[in-house]
């Protein structure tokens, strides 16, 4: 039986409206509860239909459970909750079609055992997206989920760039040569920085490895081999991480 949690917030889908409020189904259980129209939005609501409708997705934090009832606010839910949710909400539903498509009529055991172990469906995508494959192959997942799923980790990994203005000075008589020395010298094996002039003696640099651990693991290499080679070279170097 699902534990329901107060304080907690859940993906409720309506089922009926009434006049005083709306009836829910309560995340992916088959549990139902109730939201007074005074909690259905953080604006006066004059009639229920004016902000939902059967089948509508709405998220929800449970604020009572009782013998009789169980009810809910949408009214309560921070904005930052509202994002968590359908986040979690999204993966979960895609993965779940994932497995429904690969494992056929054996997609609802293997959703439970992946629950059973993990907490969640997301709570397993997140041991996906950290560790790899060998959750999937000790869930024994079969190829064809298992590449379906790893692809769309990967697509839904969090990425981010990283620009980092760069001061860059020599006034040396061969100061301009040193400093295309410095600047087209190939600090990365990999395709995924630039450096550009913006105005002496401001250049531009920016890192984009894909995975945010990678970038700013590459940004931090390349940073360190700029800084070695300006040494080397006599250069006056300083770099500052522009905020965006």
């Known amino acids: 039986m ?3 949690n107060i304080g907690a917030v859940y993906v409720c889908q309506v089922k009926k409206l009434l006049q005083h409020g709306i009836i829910v189904q309560i995340g992916d259980t088959q549990k139902e509860g109730f939201i007074h129209i005074s ?11 004016d902000v939902a409708k059967e089948g509508d997705k709405i998220v929800c934090k449970l604020i009572k459970v009782e013998q009789q009832t169980t009810e809910l ?41 992946a629950k059973e172990k993990y907490g969640s469906i997301f709570e ?8 790899g494959s060998p959750v999937l192959e000790e ?31 020599d006034f040396t008589e061969e100061g301009v040569e040193n400093i295309q020395r410095l600047l087209q010298k190939p600090y990365s094996s990999k395709n995924n920085y630039s450096i550009r002039y ?21 940004n931090k290499k390349i940073i ?3 800084e070695v080679s300006s040494k080397e070279l006599g250069i006056d170097f300083k770099y500052k991480e522009v905020k965006e």
């Open 2 to 4: 699902v534990e329901l």
């Open 39 to 49: 909690e259905l939005s953080k604006r006066w609501v004059k009639d229920v239909k």
């Open 73 to 113: 606010s949408a009214k309560r839910v921070t904005d930052n909750e509202e994002r968590q949710a359908l986040k979690e909400w999204s993966v979960e539903n895609r993965i779940g079609r994932i497995i429904e498509k690969t494992f056929k009529k054996d997609s609802t055991q293997f959703l439970q055992t």
């Open 124 to 131: 397993f995508y997140s041991a996906v997206l950290k560790n």
């Open 139 to 169: 869930l024994k997942l079969n190829k064809e989920a298992a590449e379906a799923i790893l692809d769309f980790v990967e697509k839904t990994k969090k990425k981010i760039t990283i620009k980092t203005d760069l001061f860059v000075q």
């Open 198 to 218: 913006i105005k002496a003696p401001h250049y531009l640099l920016t890192v984009n490895a894909g995975e945010t651990k990678k970038t700013i693991s590459e």
């Open 224 to 226: 360190e081999g700029l």
